[in-house]
């Protein structure tokens, strides 16, 4: 079995295909966080037998989401069964108070009532309702997996561990120009100061900073985050970059300042907006 503190674990994400632009949303969301995600065929290698290499991987996860919908529902036959039930089959083996399947509701639909053992079925385990508040549900899911974010490292010369923080950004459902901001202390004793840069580039200009909107967050800010504290913002992108054809794109980067004040910048976090599917998704 696989175990989320081995280098190579993932996460295995089962869906149907109607439910793919919202998949990758979900997956870019974790991505950012440092989750490594299995998705689908185009994670095996070449010659290799296709249902073999999706039980491995089932297996060697180190957790199992799957995603459920009405277009699941209204789907006689589709191979997320069959994942289903290779999951159901290592669920089974598992120990009753160890996380491994995530349920997740991408939109109101109803979950299948299939045996799990010990008298239960799967309706039974927590399920995580992703369409009535993505960013809620994302942290949920976050909570269970507990990844080590991207950037994170410890200083060399003080060996002091640089405080755990994570970002990301996401559209509101009604206007994907207008972004929630999700900012968090991942724990550990040290309170930190958070710094924190967020830039539009529109084609290879860079076009400044987002626009004030309520007053929540606009460009540069300075956090100052206990373990455990989350902040919560959003602002907009500016109409001229909302209506342009040209690539539009997010950069957000953190300074964590320590207790000592000495100033860690961290990998910066980049979303593209993809004018076609009207979704963000995280740049390479």
């Known amino acids: 079995m696989g175990d989320s503190s081995t280098a190579d674990a993932h996460v295995f994400i089962s869906y149907v295909r109607n439910n793919k632009r919202l998949v990758q949303r979900l997956c870019g969301d974790l991505t950012k966080h440092g989750v490594k995600v299995w998705l689908d065929r185009k ?15 089932i297996q060697d996860g180190a957790f199992f989401i799957a995603c459920f919908s009405k ?5 006689p036959k589709t191979y997320m069964n069959e ?12 120990a009753i108070d160890q996380s491994w399947f995530i349920p997740v509701k991408l939109n109101r639909c109803e979950i299948p009532e299939f045996d799990i053992g010990a008298g239960k079925i799967l309706q039974d385990i927590e ?15 976050l909570n269970v997996i507990q990844p080590i974010p ?6 060399q010369q003080f060996r002091h561990p640089i405080p755990r923080i994570s970002c990301h950004v996401s559209p509101t459902p009604s206007d994907p120009f207008h972004l929630y901001f999700h900012l968090k202390h ?18 290879s200009k860079k076009l400044g900073y987002p626009m004030r909107d309520t007053g ?12 455990g504290m ?21 950069v957000v980067t953190l300074t964590v300042i320590d207790h000592y004040n000495r100033p860690h910048k961290l990998l910066p976090f980049k979303w593209v907006y993809n004018r076609d599917k009207e979704y963000w998704a995280p740049e390479p």
């Open 83 to 94: 994942e289903l039930a290779l999951a159901i089959d290592i669920l089974r083996q598992r």
């Open 127 to 141: 399920y995580v309702e992703l369409y009535k508040a993505w960013n809620a549900g994302i942290e949920r899911i």
């Open 43 to 57: 994670d095996i290698d070449p010659g290799v037998y296709w249902k073999r290499a999706i039980r491995k991987a």
């Open 216 to 227: 929540h967050y606009s460009g540069s800010k300075e956090w100052n985050m206990n373990p």
């Open 186 to 203: 991942h724990g550990g004793s040290s309170p930190a100061k958070v710094l924190v840069d967020a830039t539009i580039y529109l084609g």
């Open 230 to 250: 989350v902040f919560r913002g959003h602002f907009k992108v500016p109409q001229k970059a909302a209506k342009s054809t040209e690539k539009l794109k997010i």
């Open 150 to 155: 991207k950037g994170i490292h410890e200083d």
């Open 71 to 75: 277009q699941y529902n209204q789907r």
